[in-house]
C-alpha cells in the first residue's frame, strides 16, 4: 500500500531554513493522477495548505499565497520523494508539517506521519 | 479563499447516540468536500469524499451529505474509537481550505 514517511528537523531557528523530506512508497513521484502536498497545523491557524508538485507532461508546483516567496516544493525522482523548504522562518511557523497525496476525486487520501517543528533558538 | 464553517466546536455523545456535525461553505464548492478524522497524536484520515462517498475501509456508520452549501458528516451509532476531532476540506478551488475541527468526545 501506499505510504508517507516524513524526515527533518525538529528544531529551527529563527530566520533559517526549514527542511523536511517525505519519502513515497507503493506509488511514483510521477505519477500522472496526483500530486504531493505539504499541509501544516497549529492551534492558532488549524490545517493549514501550503503548496503542492506534481507532474502531468512535466512538473509544476502551487503555492498559497501568503506563503509565496518563502516556500519550494520540488520532486526527487531518484529517490521517489519529495521536499519542502520554508525559508526565514519565524515562531509562527511553528506547527506540525504533513506531506499528504492528493489523488483527485479523493483528495487528500493518504498522510505522512507529521514533524512537529519548533522555531525557537 | 472560500471559509470552511464547522458547528459545534465541541460536542460530547454517549455510546450509541446519533451525532451531526455541520461545516458550511462561503460559496459553492458542488460536491467538492472532504471528511477527515484526526486522533490525538495522528495525522488526520479521510472518511467521506465528493461530499458523500464512504473511503474504502471506512465504518459504515460514518455517512455524509449536501444541501447547498451545508454539509453533514452523520455518525449513526457513536463508538468509544470515534472519539477524535473531525475535520471538513473543500477542495472546489484553490486554495485547499479547512474547517477548524470538531471535537467528539465520549459521555
Known amino acids: 500500500q501506499v505510504q508517507l514517511q516524513q524526515s527533518g528537523p525538529g528544531l529551527v531557528k529563527p530566520s533559517q531554513t526549514l527542511s523536511l523530506t517525505c519519502a513515497i512508497s507503493g506509488d511514483s513521484v510521477s505519477a500522472n493522477s496526483v500530486t504531493w502536498d505539504w499541509i501544516r497545523q497549529s492551534p492558532s491557524r488549524g490545517l493549514e495548505w501550503l503548496g503542492r508538485t506534481g507532474y502531468t507532461s512535466r512538473w509544476f508546483s502551487d503555492y498559497a499565497e501568503p506563503m509565496r516567496g518563502r516556500v519550494n516544493i520540488n520532486s526527487d525522482t531518484t529517490n521517489n520523494q519529495v521536499s519542502l523548504q520554508l525559508s526565514s522562518v519565524t515562531p509562527e511557523d511553528t506547527a506540525v508539517y504533513y506531506c499528504?497525496?492528493?489523488?483527485?476525486?479523493?483528495?487528500?487520501?493518504?498522510w505522512g506521519q507529521g514533524i512537529m517543528v519548533t522555531v525557537s533558538s | 479563499d472560500i471559509q470552511m464553517t464547522q458547528s459545534p466546536s465541541t460536542l460530547s455523545a454517549s455510546v450509541g447516540d446519533r451525532v451531526t456535525i455541520t461545516c458550511r461553505a462561503s460559496?459553492?464548492?458542488?460536491?467538492?468536500l472532504a471528511w477527515y478524522q484526526q486522533k490525538p497524536g495522528k495525522a488526520p484520515k479521510l472518511l467521506i469524499f465528493k461530499a458523500s462517498s464512504l473511503e474504502s475501509g471506512v465504518p459504515s456508520r460514518f455517512s455524509g451529505s449536501r444541501s447547498g452549501i451545508e454539509f453533514t458528516l452523520t455518525i449513526t451509532s457513536l463508538q468509544p474509537d470515534d472519539l477524535a476531532t473531525y475535520y471538513c476540506q473543500q477542495y472546489n478551488s484553490y486554495p485547499w481550505t479547512f474547517g477548524r475541527g470538531t471535537k467528539v468526545e465520549i459521555k
Open positions: 499528504a497525496r492528493k489523488n483527485g476525486v479523493f483528495s487528500f487520501d493518504i
Open positions: 460559496q459553492s464548492i458542488s460536491d467538492w
